[in-house]
Structure formats: structure tokens, C-alpha cells
């Protein structure tokens, strides 16, 4: 009798087994779309070609490798390296000027790191700055130069302000609680809270660390049905039904 529970025991113990092996489909494999290919490799490698992550408008495209690890259906890439987040600090000031406006003054710098050693910091010309008081609907579009877009599927970039060698331009008068600050690289804009409500004047330092070979640091990645979630919005990734188009199983 024993020997029969044993042998049963067994059976069923190989027939899961084997169901279990072919219902579960190993997620390593190539994903991809129009500008990012992501090969998962069964040894716990990855490969990654995809358009500059940080600076997506240059369109120059970077390759990188490096290990991942899976916590449930989220994988992660390089889990060992932490996220780089730009830094921003404000300066309050009340300066005799009009009293009809608030003035504004921006430094950006690029912290630039190469095999993961900072290798210096120097002035930046951003491409395009938010700014935002208070509301994120009282918002400023900061630019060197105008810019006009020409693409259907472009949306047009309101609120322009196209500041000088100075750097400095103005908002209407009134009172200032928290600032919004958001740019490419930035994952969510970030707020400063200001704390003299008779300044008139900020000036607001923005740091951006940049690895040069643009390595993915503890990047996520949901794995679902042939599919990899990728790109994040406000620092999350979705994979519901209004999530970014995710990357496409190649193979």
C-alpha cells in the first residue's frame, strides 16, 4: 500500500512538474519597438540599444549591458547601481524692481559621469524648462531659441519664453509658495517650497548627473504576455490599458 501512495505521489509530482514547465514561459528573449531593443539573456545578462534616454531629442542611440533580476512580473535592470536624480536649490531674494512681477534666474549644469566615476560639471543649455508657481497650470515653457513644431503629432509648446545671456525672465506679481521645476531627465517635476513671501527675485541652480554612456540604474521593466513595459510616466510604470505601448516580443 505504501509503495503505491509513493509511487502515485511521484506521478503526480512529475505531471506537475511538467505542466508547470510548459506554462510557464521563460521571459528572457528580445523585446523591441521603433527606437529600443532589449535582449534578456538566461543568464541574468541583458543588452540594450535605445535613443538617448535622458536627451531623447538628439536622437543618438547608445548600447549598454549589463545583469537584471525578477521580483514577480517586474524585472530589474542593474539593481546594484541606485538612480541618479537632479538636484535644485533656490536662492530667495527681495531686490528693488517693479513690483508688478517676479523675476527668475536659472543655472543648469550637467554632472557628467563615465564608468560610473563623475568626471566633472560644467554650464548647460538646456533644451526646454519648465517652471511653474504655485500651480502646475501657471506654467512657463523656458527656451534658448523659439520652437516651432511642425509635426501633426507633436503638440505645440505654449507659454514660450526665450530668455537671453542673462538668463532671466519674469512672472506676474503675486504670492509665491512653492515653485515647480521639470525638464528632460527629470521623472516628475520637482517642487521647491519658499519660505520668504517677500522675495521678489529666485534664483534657481539646477544639477543634472548624466552618466555618458547613459547606463540604465535600477531601471524597471513589467513582463507581461510577450510584452515589456518599459517607458515610465511620473516615475511609474503602467501596464493597463492606458500605459505607454510597451515593447514587442521579437522572438
Known sequence: MIKVLLSALLYFSLMFSVFAQKSSKPIYGTYGDYSTRLTLKPDSTFELIETDPIFPYTFETFANRGAWKLHGDTLILNPHLEKRSPRISVLEKSV???????????????ETYEKNKMTGIAPFNFELLSI??????NYRNIVHSPHNRHCMFSPRIRKQIVIDSTKIFSFPRQEVSTLGIYSYGFEKAIEIEVNNPQANHYEITVIQPVDKERMPRSKKVIIKRRQAYYYERNEKISSGIFSLSPLKRLD
Open 96 to 110: 528693488q524692481k517693479n513690483n508688478d512681477s517676479i523675476s527668475v534666474m536659472i543655472s543648469y549644469y550637467l
Open 132 to 137: 511653474y508657481i504655485n500651480k502646475r497650470k
